[in-house]
């Protein structure tokens, strides 16, 4: 009874998994199995490639071609590196009495299988572009030609770009990590042109130029370096994030100093108000004891004047008294 049970219990799981496994195809989701299998190279029988899962190719909506030229590139190797060699070399067709060899029909083989991933990651309005196109190196070429145009056209597009990167300096009130975004995405475009004039070394140089007016002293150190002539983009842009955070802290720690000093600027008026408030009371106690003592002593003056002259007068009064009948002076 219990083998039965386990049996049909054994059973009803794998149809389970059965019907999951056909939803998924049905969705369009594929099961990978970690254990990847690997393929051999038709050259040489002792390189082998690993099929890793790449998903999704790399939609394109007809914008942004360079980047989307890039994914597909990166894309295509890493499925197989002989797609991206039918791209581009393509396969010649056979003629009318030639015979498809094993390595032509390998060759068309991989032609088709490049062919389906290019197209599956196009629009409409893209996938128009190619319909009917076979080829692989065809349709390449031909959204390829449709966004960067012919040759005369990618040399006045890289005349414009040469023209931007030489006017290129850094905008008012812009820091280090926009200024480097923007050189980058000037040289990028211009390398997807075909030129190959802007190698690393010339970029940190333009990036130094353009900032070498917001600290002319830094730049010359930089330009001092031992490694400069073997520096990066990258490491220049960490070198000067670097010299910014620590000016910024500076600035900072400046400003908190000036406000202390403005907020004990303000607090010192208060007090030489008050201070002089105590001073001009004070003033006016001591000028009023000072106008007490003064009116006292002035009286004490008067008095004793008044004194003096009474008892000078009684004197002369005195000496000088006669007598009202006779005329002879009257002594006391």
């Not at 299998?37 to 914008?63: L, Y």
């Not at 990618?154 to 931007?164: N, R, S």
């Not at 990258?234 to 720690?253: R, Y």
């Amino acid at each position: 009874m219990n083998e039965r049970l386990e049996k049909k219990t054994q059973m009803l799981f794998e149809e389970k998994m059965r019907l999951e496994k056909e939803k998924k195809i049905q969705q369009g989701y594929n099961s990978v199995s970690h254990a990847y299998e690997t393929s051999q190279s038709s050259n040489s029988s002792n390189i082998s490639f690993s099929t890793v899962p790449m998903g999704k190719p790399p939609p394109f909506d007809g914008t942004d071609y360079a980047c989307w030229s890039e994914d597909m590139q990166v894309y295509l190797y890493g499925l197989n590196p002989h797609l991206w060699t039918v791209v581009c070399v393509g396969v010649p067709q056979l003629g009318e009495d030639e015979v498809a060899t094993p390595e032509y029909e390998h060759d068309m083989f991989r032609n088709a299988q490049a062919v389906r991933v290019i197209k599956s990651s196009l629009c409409t309005m893209e996938y128009n572009k190619v319909r009917g196109i076979i080829s692989a190196k065809e349709i390449w070429d031909t959204l390829k030609i449709s966004h960067e145009g012919n040759d005369e056209v990618k040399e006045g597009k890289m005349d414009l770009l040469q023209g931007k990167l030489e006017a290129f300096v850094m905008k008012k009130d812009e820091t280090v990590q926009p200024m480097h975004d923007r050189l980058t995405l000037l040289v990028t475009d211009i390398k997807t042109l075909g030129s190959k004039d802007w190698d690393d070394f010339k970029v940190t140089k333009k990036m130094l130029r353009a900032y070498a007016p917001k600290n002319p002293m830094l730049a010359t150190f930089i330009r001092g370096k031992d490694n400069y002539k073997k520096m990066k983009p990258i490491n220049l842009l960490n070198t000067l994030q670097f010299h910014e955070m620590n000016a910024l802290d500076v600035a900072k720690s400046i400003a908190k100093e000036e406000e202390v000093k403005t907020i004990a600027l303000k607090a010192e008026p208060s007090k030489t108000v008050e201070s002089n408030e105590k001073q001009a009371k004070q003033k006016k106690k001591v000028d009023s004891s000072d106008g007490e003592s003064t009116d006292e002593e002035l009286a004490l003056m008067v008095k004793n004047l008044k004194r003096f002259m009474k008892k000078r007068n009684v004197k002369k009064g005195t000496s000088q008294r006669r007598c009202y009948k006779c005329g002879e002076k009257i002594t006391s």
